[in-house]
Structures are given as structure tokens and as C-alpha cells.
């Protein structure tokens, strides 16, 4: 039976939230980055009530400037910052450093970044979420996704004797991150299913600077921490 529009909406609401949710979780950005981004550069008005709104699945009707702006300013993510240093320099200097911290753009399959049309097709159920946003990690396996990872980067290790080398082939440099990453680690918190998805590249990238494989990608890095997760919980 057809999805009816109804349901198509819901979900792409959904899919919507999850997309800027991972997006600001990967670049470490509150939700007052993008609408002073995109006052700042003239490239749409969108509200910080409204990105708020967009990441928790509640803004049911965003206008078109929502998207022109979100799409205008991932453009620009993609070309770098390099072409709008100088101004932000001198208008907006705390901005420009957040974005030097964490300016990954939302692309799509082929490389090239999501527009305000690729965006509004994903928010009213038109088209998937791009690859690499869309691990469907369970809330209720994030708990053990987090030990798995933690034994699987350490190599079943206390956390005191593999800290050195595991913090320094984590690449975040944004240390709210890193001590995020580091109380996982220790066994002193875990990763919700949100924030495994906004770290998986990240944490796969971390796995193969200790000297894990690459071959599978992400994907394939997810699902040996399943399997790891699974016997874990196993061996209890």
C-alpha cells in the first residue's frame, strides 16, 4: 500500500531533524550558528527559534527563505571559508572561529552540497536522507555501541593505559567534543543514538588511525561494533 501524504510529510519532518540534528552535532554548533551565519553574509532570514524547531521534528511549515538560506550557506560551507575570512573577520570574528572549528557542509551521493530544493524534497518525504546521515542507530542500542567502541579502540585495554594513543588519533580538535569522547572512552558516560551519528565518520576515521581497515567504510565500521556489542553482552 502507498505511504499517503500525511505519513510522507511525517517522516520527511523526521528525516528533516534528524539531517540538521547531526549536521550542528558534527560541527559542534548551538542553534544560533546558522541564522548568524546567514544574517551575517545576507543569505536569508532564518530565525533561531526556527533551526531549533526544524532539529527537534516540531516546525511543521518552514517558509522558503528557511531553505534558500540553509542551502546558500551550505554552498558556501562547501567552497570554504577562505572566501569569506576577511569579512567575517571584521563583522563577526567569535562566528568565524566557530566555523573554523567545524564547517563540514551537507553533501550529497555524489560529493556536491545539498541545495534549498535537494533540502525541501528531503523535509516533505521526497528524497532519503544522503548517505552518511542515516545509520539508524537505535536509542536503545546506543548504550552498547558505546562500551563495544570503547573496548574496540582501546583493544580490550583500561583506558589509562591506551589514552595517549587513542586521544591523539581522535581528530576532533573541539574540546567539548573531546571530552565528550574521552568519558565514553573511560566507561564514565555513553553516546546517545544522535550523538553516535553525528561521530560515527569521525570515530571510523579513529579506527583507522590506530590501524583498523577501511575497506567497508562507516557502514561496514558499524557493524562490527554491532557484532562486538553483541558479544559483549554475551560474555555477562
Known amino acids: 500500500m502507498a505511504m499517503g501524504y500525511r505519513e510522507r510529510l511525517t517522516d520527511g519532518r523526521r528525516a528533516m531533524a534528524h539531517l540538521v540534528h547531526v549536521w550542528h552535532e558534527r560541527n559542534g554548533w548551538s542553534h544560533k550558528v546558522l541564522p548568524t551565519f546567514a544574517d551575517a553574509l545576507d543569505l536569508g532570514r532564518v530565525h533561531n527559534s526556527q533551526i531549533s524547531n526544524l532539529r527537534n521534528g ?134 546517545n543514538a544522535e550523538e553516535l551519528d553525528g561521530e560515527l565518520l569521525d570515530l571510523f576515521a579513529t579506527h583507522q588511525a590506530l590501524g583498523g581497515s577501511g575497506k567497508s567504510g562507516a557502514d561496514g565500521f558499524l557493524t562490527q561494533l554491532r557484532a562486538r556489542a553483541k558479544n559483549l553482552e554475551g560474555e555477562r
Open 58 to 191: 516540531k516546525l511543521a511549515a518552514p517558509g522558503p527563505e528557511v531553505f534558500l538560506a540553509l542551502g546558500q550557506a551550505n554552498a558556501l560551507l562547501m567552497g570554504g571559508l577562505e572566501s569569506i575570512r576577511t569579512g567575517l573577520e571584521e563583522s563577526h570574528p567569535e562566528l568565524l572561529q566557530i566555523l573554523v572549528d567545524g564547517h563540514a557542509p551537507l553533501v550529497d551521493a555524489g560529493g556536491d552540497p545539498l541545495s534549498a530544493g535537494a533540502l525541501f524534497e528531503i523535509f516533505v518525504g521526497l528524497a532519503p536522507l544522503p548517505p552518511g546521515f542515516d545509520w539508524r542507530i537505535d536509542a536503545d542500542e546506543a548504550s552498547a555501541l558505546s562500551a563495544a567502541l570503547a573496548e574496540h579502540l582501546c583493544g580490550g585495554r583500561r583506558w589509562r593505559f591506551c589514552r595517549e594513543q587513542v586521544m591523539k588519533a581522535y581528530p576532533v580538535k573541539k574540546n567539548q567534543r573531546r571530552d565528550r569522547f574521552a568519558e565514553v572512552m573511560a566507561g564514565m558516560r555513553d553516546y
